[in-house]
């Protein structure tokens, strides 16, 4: 994605377009677009499936420089839920990714949270959060009623 594209998606696009771009980061492993997601701020948190949680821009940073050693990653977001305010957006995301295995591709599920801030340089990044999930499709649990009366 060009920068001007980038600049549009953070300032004056939404934050599910900046989710847009995050994950295109992902799967391009491009550490600067990436990393331009993320608010400029100490306590910006990570936490990767099964890993320890990472508190800083560069501490996410070289997390995701060593990810994208092995290449990018192909993460696709599926059944986005959002809860949207003013200056804050929290959406789970359930993650495809598609992984390579000795029998050939594959595909796992990932939980996670991304929390967004709408801050001076626009909506930015403030946390990610991502659970194991399974081999299978991820189901949920919901409340909903299954039947409208």
Request: proline share 4%.
């Amino acid at each position: 994605m060009s920068k001007a594209k980038l600049q549009a998606a953070t300032l004056g696009g939404s934050a599910s377009d900046l989710e847009a771009v995050f994950y295109d980061a992902l799967q391009s492993a491009n550490i600067e677009k990436l990393m331009a997601c993320w608010a400029d701020e100490d306590e910006v948190v990570c936490v990767h499936p099964g890993g320890t949680r990472l508190v800083g821009i560069g501490a996410i940073r070289a997390a995701f420089e060593a990810l994208f050693s092995n290449g990018s990653i192909r993460a696709i977001p599926e059944r986005v839920r959002s809860v949207d305010s003013l200056a804050s957006s929290v959406h789970s995301v359930v993650e495809r990714i598609e992984v390579m295995t000795p029998q050939g591709p594959q595909q796992a599920y990932v939980i996670a949270t991304n929390v967004y801030h709408k801050t001076a340089q626009g909506w930015r990044l403030v946390a990610h959060h991502a659970s194991p999930g399974t081999l299978a499709e991820v189901h949920e649990a919901n409340d909903a009623p299954q039947v409208l009366h």
